[in-house]
Structures are given as structure tokens and as C-alpha cells.
């Protein structure tokens, strides 16, 4: 086969001498405008329009809408349950993950593709599970109730609607962390005459705590969030199993938009924190997190 | 301590990684354990560790039945392949954790494992990295704090796997070095794990050859190198050549005539014959020698390496000579006789006389020169 070399060969040499990824200027502008576009638009936007509704008619406005005894108490309940449902899942998360990255056990699989079974199902059948469990209709129910034990329509229902949704956040992070990680500093410690307890104090949990503070706050984040699920279980009595994400359906179903974009700016808050704190601590500490994760 | 191994069998599953290994450790010896990829050496020694536990047999650690005791009471010092430093804790809290974890009855003063730590820092040549940590020192600093983490806890037998596995040759050469000096200096019984015969031989009091599961051999380097006891340590330890001759009336017989080299008491049929590189003496005229045609010639080091075709379906065999020697035989017909060389004869090939022959059939002539 004849080649041409003349004059082609002189004009084609700067493409060549080019970085294989770089893409023309235009190309990079267009994709960095689409993204910026996407973003601003079906994420600033909205979150924006959360806030300047809820201070429309000002500040003392908005503090008098979470003053309300109602909502009041939503936020309490709402702290409530994720104080006792994240702590939960934190031990959970760990104890699962363990099992998983490190043992060789019949039915690893099944297992690791349980975890994801929260993430899978609908919201709404996850607390109709705990409905059908617990129900007037069934034989748990009942039995509990003789008991004086209450779980729909009461703080147990909604702990555990919210901890079986948000299962897979701590396990999830951390499978793939100790998984990488294998299981020689756990064999080295404990050959250096370790116990057990030692081990997992001194060793795994300082090697696992980033990704086990990302898998909390992911967890806090969306236990506080949680609506469908929680909906089906709570049973909407005001001032008593109405979380905020309830709350704020309420205040808006009666047009109060300012006490429900008031809660809604508390929640979007809680969230914002929680992103702010993670990055705060990603910058603070990316030097260890670095060596965390090579070594 | 002295730590004998005991008939054991270990398998993962159903397959056996080790087969009915036994082995004496010396008090106060270095002893490496020698094997390519897959013989069951890191299972021989998280075996002794503790780490994995015994399919069958036992393990004693002087008079005491090891077997049952688990890996912290078993008291020995790991250095892992990756070394398994704790990434977040500085290099001196490396060395102190299996002091500082000790229950507080037997725990010594914080100062006192303090001193300790900064002892064995000073041993390993780190003086001045204590406050690093593992992410910021070379491949062979963190080598080195994992071994002074392992004898922070004065282990009764130190084991260490593939402990240079991971360093460029440089590194490696030194710190083989450093390593019988601070064994010579320390004398803890060592068990090393390696897949380097070069290691294993310069550095190991003893070496022990293992494949596919089991022992070949165990002896000094010397031994291991000038009576091998197998083939297969024939073939892994050093360079070698093998071919495939014949027997008939004390003499062997290489393709259609005698090679010059009896090997009398033994009886006729196929066998193996297998001599070193440098084993070997040139011959001018050739009445019952080795001859061919030089196919490729290399300079190492000192001397030059010939490859030889001898001819018919056998593999060539590579010579060595002095430098000066080899250049007038370059790309032609050369004839020479191994000095040193070894039968080795299957169970099928000979009925009887199989096993005696590593000794029998060894021959030691003069060299020519
Ligand atoms: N945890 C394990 N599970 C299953 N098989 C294993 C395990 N550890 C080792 N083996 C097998 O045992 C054999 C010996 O392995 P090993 O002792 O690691 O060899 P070496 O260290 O000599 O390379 C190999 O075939 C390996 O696949
Ligand atoms: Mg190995």
C-alpha cells in the first residue's frame, strides 16, 4: 500500500502531538454549560424558591411557624427517630459489613444482595410491611398490644419503618472499604497478642471511620427526610406521629404555605449542614483520608 | 524456641494445601522456606503462627502442645508480605501496640515501652522516624518497622513471609544483609518465607525446599545445592540441564553412543541426567562426549553462557565457560563432558533401583584445567 507522506504528514503532526483525552474548546464550554444548566436549574432553583417562600412575610414570621406546638413536636419526633434509628444502623452497618468483607460464609451473596433491598423496594411497601405485620389484622399485633405495647401509629412504627429504609447506607459504604482493606492489620494485631475488642477498637475502626462517617451522615440525612415509608406507618396524628416531612404535607394541604416552606427550610438545613460538615471534614483531613484508602 | 511441626495436613475446602509435612526448627536458627508460587509455604507458616488452624497433626513450641493455643497465646512476631503497618498510628506506636495492649499485669511502664520502642528503632537503623507515619517512608523503612513491631513483643519464633517480596534488588541485597545481622545479633529463631533461591541460599542457615504441598528437601545451602535429592530441587535451585539417556552395561548412552560417564551397579534402562551450566569440561576430539552446534551465546557477568543443540528432539543445554575460551567456539560445533552431574530414575523406569541412585550415581571427576 503507497502512502502519500508530502506535505499530509507536515499538517497532521500537531493532532498527534495533542493529549488523546483533550477534547476542542467548544466541546468542553457545551458540557460544562449543560452541567452547570442541570444543576442550577433542577437543583439551585428549587431549593432557592424553599427558602424565599419561607421568609415571604419575614423572620418572625418563619420563627412563629416552627414555634408552633404541632410543629414543634414534629421536629422532636423527628429528631427522635433518627437519634435512635441512625445509632441503629451504625452498629448494624458494621456488624454486616464485617460479615461480609471478611468471612467466608454460605449465602454471602444473598445476604449482600439483601442489604440493597431497602434501596430496591418502594418506599410505601416498606411500611406497609410493618403495617401488615403489626396490624389489628394479624396475630403480632394484638398479641403486642396485650401488652401495652404499641408499634403502628406510635414512635416504635416509625423507628422501625425508618431504619429498614435506610438499612443499606453505613453497610454500603463500608463493604467495598473493608473488603479493599482485607484482613491482614486485624491478623497483625491480633498476632502482636491484640484481643479481639482491641482489634476492632484500635485497629479496624480507626482504618473503616471515614466511610463509616459518610454511611452516618447519608443515613441521618435521609432517616430525617424519610416520608413515604413513615407515612404509611404513622397514622398522622397531630402533635403525636407527625414527623417534619408529615408536617410540611400538612401545613401544605391547608395553605399555610409559610409554616410548611418554614419546615421545609429546616429539613433542606439539616441536609445542607450535613453536606457542609462532610466536605468541611474531607478538606480537613484529605491528607489521612488519602492514606486511608492507599497505603 | 525450638518448634516442631508434626505430620500435618492442612486443606482450604477439599484440596490440600500441605500433605503430611513435618519439620524441626532449631532454637536460634534462620530457616527459609523455599518454593515457587503455590507450595503451601505462607500456609506452613500462618499454620505455625496460629493464624490458620490444622486440618490434622501438630505443632509443638518447645515441650508444649501449641496446636490448641490461639494465635495470641502462641506469642510469636509476624512480619506480613504487605506488612500490614497500622496506617494511621505513627511509626513508634507501631512498634509499641503489642506492649501497650497488653493486659495491665503484664504490661509495662508507658516509659519503659516508650524506651523499648525507641530501642528497636535504633536496632532497625530508623532513629529520628518515630512520629511518621507508615504512608510517609520508602518501601523498605516500612519493612523495617514491621519487623521491630514484631520483636517489640519478644516473640518465641519470628515468622516472616516473602519479607523482601515487595522491594527493588537493590533494596532487597541490603536489607538481606541487615537481616542476618540483626538475627545474629538478636538470635531469635527466624522462619522466612521466599520464592528467591538466591535468598534462601545466601541468607538461611537452612533452607527448606517445598512444592505442591510437601517437603523436597531440607538442609544447609551447601547441601541443598551440591546434593540435591530430587529432580525437582535439581531443577529449582540454580541453573541446570536435563536430559533424557539411556543405560546399558555401567555406561550412559545419550541418543546412539556412549557420553563417556559410567555409572556403574546401576541397571540398564531410561534415566535422567542432570548437570550445572559450569559443570562441564571442553573437549577437542570427541570419543564418547556431549557435541553440537552453538546456537546462541551470551555474556553474564563473568562468564559466558552457550547454548548447545545437540540434536534430535532433545532441548539444548546451555554451557558456561571463561569468556576467552568461549569466543573461538561461537557458531560452531563444540564437545564437552559434565564434571558434575546427577541421575535421577523413576519407579517405573528401574523396579528396584530407584531412590539409591542420588547417591550411587553422583560422580565427582577432576576438573581438566
Ligand atoms: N485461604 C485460602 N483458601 C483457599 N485456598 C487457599 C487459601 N490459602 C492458600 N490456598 C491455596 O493453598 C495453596 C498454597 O498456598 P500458599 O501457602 O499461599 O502458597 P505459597 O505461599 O507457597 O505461594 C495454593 O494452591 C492456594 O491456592
Ligand atoms: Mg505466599
Redesign the interface.
Known sequence: MALDTGSASNTTLPNLVKAATSETRLARATLIAVALGFVGLFLLLPLATVFIEAFRKGADEFLSALGDPETFSAILLTLTVAGIAVPLNLAFGVAAAWAIAKFEFKGKAFLTTLIDLPFSVSPVISGLVFVLLFGANNALGPILQSYGVQILFAVPGLVLATVFVTFPFVARELIPLMQEQGT??E?????????GW?TFW??TL??IKWGLLYGVLLCNARAMGEFGAVSVVSGHIRGETNTMPLQVEILYNEYNFVAAFAVAALLALLALVTLILKTALELRYSH?IA??RS? | MEVRVQNIRKEFGRYPALEDVSLDIRSGELIALLGPSGSGKTTLLRLI???ESPTEGTIFFGNEDASQKS??QR????V?Q?Y?????MTVLDNIS??LK??PANRRPPAAEIRRRALDLLELVQLSGLEKR???QLSGGQRQRVALA??M??EPNVLLLDEPFGALDAQVRKELRKWLREIHDRTGHTTVFVTHDQEEALELADRVVVMSKGAIEQVGTPDDIYDHPVSPFVYGFIGQSNCLDVTLAGGEIWFEDRPIGLRAANEPDGPATLYFRPHDIELLDGCGGCLAGLVTASRRVAGTRHLEVSLGGTQPSVEIELPPERASSTDHSRVAFRPTRWKLYREASDVAAASVQAQTSAIELAPTGT
Open positions: 491482614s492489620d491478623e497483625a494485631a491480633l498476632s502482636l497478642g491484640a484481643t482491641q484500635h485497629v480507626p482504618n489521612e492514606a486511608s497505603h | 503462627a496460629g493464624l494465635v495470641q506469642n510469636i512476631g509476624f506480613f504487605h500490614a503497618l497500622f496506617r494511621h501496640f503489642g495492649v497488653r507515619y507508615p504512608a513491631r514484631a517489640a513483643v
